[in-house]
């Protein structure tokens, strides 16, 4: 089973690295391979003319090489070769780089792409903290695995085999055969004990993703934990998981500790055997001086490698299991099917909803059977109690969701069957809890249109009433507003929203409990703002006070998610039903 999520990972990853529309990368890929079997091979014939070398400096006593030109170049040309063995290793990692590093911010942007077009579901249920750990780690085990196992461990038991025939043509069966059994013996217990090692270091892992997910979400939430004195609960809390990897840690290093030791006992009592074996060969007259060091040479060449396999096997396991947590998310399907499907231009924007029934949960409906329509240029509110369903509309008409039943319309054409990016960029929303990105004012302003230049982002300050609060900043447009723009009061994150949407300029706006957060001077000024940029503009407002419906050309009353009241303000007080009954309890806290 593990194998095959793991062939599965591999299979994700190949396109990135053999990309159909990049010759230049295949080109890079299959250099690379090339120069890998050219720095192989030097490296192989490096210990064969280092064994020549000393078997020349041997000679020079019986006058042979009385010159020492033979000895000289054959040490030049054993320093030439290591040098065109790493020269090739080099120009191997420059060719690939590019490759690695091209498949890697493909991925990332792949995987960013997708968690933007899931569902609003996947984001509420979302932990950010091990979601972002997700990610990060996944890119970097692309990275490890390119680098480590296509360029090292698997050459390097190519080398093996290669090496072990050579030590069978030039030194007999048995010193390959020790090769074999030394290498074999040392890949078994390393791949054993970091098998038992894995268990400590996915404890350890569980452990660092708790730590992130309750060092961001109490970060995030800095205010709430003040508000209710709760920084010992927090540190108790974040201690009591750092405790937990503190102790998978320490395991893990003992492990660790334990797989070199018994790595080093293996591989030495190799080498020495088979260095006591060349002794006795060359007391017989087998093997010459050179051939014993050619044997030391190409044991220790295989070693240094191999020394790392238990770290580098633990972090191939390792990179494919967080490859796999972050191509897992590519598996997790949108619940909202998008089509590429545009809606068709037209200068009017009428929305319908027809008997839309909707549910999150099949035991509690949330929406029964609505049906109502905002005209072009109209002004329609919908109001109700908490958990009648208002704000449902909204996730809807924006399809974070579709209906159960029923269909939502636009000029006549069902948002279904439109792609999201058409149907959005129709509509301006000021949400109840404007959320910034921790930048400048400026940019907050102009992500409503990127393209924007300064005068049109001073024109939609002004038209929000911010433009002389922007002013009278030290730096003006481009004062940080910080995290989730706290730096800011409500009424100023208020009119900031209101600038960008303006700056969108839509065919709808979408006004979701814009003003409820704020107190009542305020919510005036801003209720004036929305009434001058929604001027004409086909206008849904979704309201929890009903001083904001009060001048909409039709107010919905909501209630357990049916519609029981339809009417202007003046029509439904008269009827003195519900809208009349809330009109009531709201009243004397609108005249304070």
């Known amino acids: ?155 390097t038991f190519f080398e093996i085999f290669l090496v072990s025939g050579i030590l069978f043509f030039i030194y007999g069966p048995w010193y390959a055969l020790i090769t074999l059994t030394t290498f074999s013996l040392y890949t078994y217990l390393t791949f054993t004990i970091t098998e038992w090692r894995n268990i400590f270091r996915k404890r350890m892992n569980q452990a660092d993703n708790d730590v992130s997910t309750k060092m961001i979400d109490s970060l995030l939430n800095y205010e709430t934990v003040k508000y209710f004195n709760n920084e010992t609960y927090e540190f108790d809390r974040l201690d009591k998981s750092l405790e937990d990897y503190e102790i998978a840690a320490n395991k893990t290093q003992h492990a660790l500790s334990l797989l070199n030791v018994a790595q080093t006992f293996i591989i030495m009592t190799g080498i020495t055997i088979m260095l006591v074996m060349s002794a006795y060969g060359i007391k017989n007259g087998d ?13 220790l ?44 231009e037209s200068q009017i924007a009428e929305i319908k909803f027809d008997q839309v029934s909707f549910d999150y949960d099949v035991r509690r409906t949330i929406i029964k059977n609505i049906s109502f329509v905002v005209p072009n240029g109209k002004k329609v509110a919908i109001v109700g109690p908490t958990g009648a369903g208002k704000s449902t509309i909204s996730r809807l008409l924006f399809k974070f969701y579709e209906p159960k039943s029923g269909g939502i319309f636009i000029n006549n054409s069902n948002i279904n069957n439109i792609s999201q990016e058409s149907l959005r960029e129709m509509i301006g929303v000021v949400p109840q809890d404007t959320v910034l990105f921790n930048d ?47 730096k800011l009061s409500g009424g100023e994150k208020q009119r900031v929203a209101i600038a ?15 003003t409820s ?76």
């Open 440 to 486: 400048t004012i400026h940019y907050n302003i102009s992500y409503g249109n990127p393209l924007a230049n300064e005068e049109e982002v001073i024109h939609a300050a002004k038209n929000a009433d911010i433009h002389d609060f922007i002013s009278s900043l030290p730096e003006g447009y481009q004062t940080i507003v910080g995290e989730r723009g706290l």
């Open 301 to 344: 060449q295989l070693y240094q490698p191999l020394n790392w396999l238990g770290s580098v096997y633990r972090e191939i396991r390792q990179s494919l299991t967080d490859m796999e947590n972050m191509f897992s998310l590519l598996e997790v399907k949108s619940t909202i099917q998008n089509v590429n499907e545009k809606i068709p």
């Open 287 to 299: 093997i010459d001086v050179g051939g014993f060091v050619v044997i030391n040479a190409y044991m």
């Open 500 to 514: 960008r949407t303006i700056l969108k300029n839509p065919k709808i706006f979408f006004f979701d409990e814009a």
């Open 1 to 155: 089973m593990q194998q095959r999520k793991y062939i599965k990972t591999f299979q994700l990853l190949l396109p990135f690295l053999w990309p159909s529309n990049r010759k230049d990368l295949r080109i890079r890929v299959s250099f690379a391979v090339i120069a890998l079997i050219l720095a192989k091979i030097a490296s192989v014939s490096t210990p064969l003319v280092l064994g020549v070398s000393v078997n020349s400096l041997t000679e020079l006593s019986s006058g042979i090489n009385l010159f020492m030109l033979v000895p000289i170049a054959l040490i030049i040309g054993y320093g030439f070769a290591k040098i065109i063995a790493l020269a090739f290793v080099e120009i191997r990692d420059a060719l690939f780089s590019k490759v690695s590093q091209h498949s890697t911010r493909q991925i990332s942007l792949t995987i960013f792409k997708h968690l933007h077009n899931l569902s609003l579901q996947f984001h509420l249920n979302r932990q950010t903290g091990a979601l972002a750990k997700f990610i990060d780690r996944g890119t970097k085990g692309i990275d490890f695995l390119l680098r480590y196992v296509l360029f090292n461990i698997v050459p």
């Open 517 to 592: 957060a704020l107190d009542t001077s305020t919510e005036k000024e801003i209720q004036n703002n929305l009434e001058n940029v929604s001027k004409n503009k086909t206008t849904l407002i979704i309201a929890h006070r009903l001083s904001t419906a009060a001048n909409a050309d039709q107010i919905i009353v909501l209630d357990k998610g049916i519609i029981i009241e339809q009417g202007t303000h003046e029509s439904l007080l008269a009827q003195k039903g519900k809208y009349f009954e809330m009109w009531g309890k709201q009243k004397p806290l609108s005249s304070f």
